[in-house]
């Protein structure tokens, strides 16, 4: 079983669930607030409370662990 990634839904504050292998885009939207949007294909966006950079670093992580 893939490592999965935690993060905080920007919503309720609750943890959300990503399997790293299958995200497709990670990006900022410049609202007010700025939202951090994972994208699994073009079917389905999460929007996340952690910024970016955190989000691509986690991402990474899980990824290399999982290679090693």
């Known amino acids: ?3 999965l990634c935690k993060f905080t839904s920007p ?3 609750k943890p959300v669930y990503v399997n790293p292998e299958q995200v497709a885009v990670v990006y900022q939207f410049k609202g007010a607030p700025a939202d951090t949007i ?3 294909g073009k079917d389905f966006l999460l929007g996340v409370k952690e910024s970016v950079d955190e989000v691509v670093e986690a991402l990474e ?3 290399a662990g999982k290679a090693e």
């Open 38 to 40: 994972i994208a699994f």
């Open 1 to 3: 079983m893939p490592k």
């Open 11 to 13: 919503a309720d504050g």
């Open 61 to 63: 992580r899980a990824s």
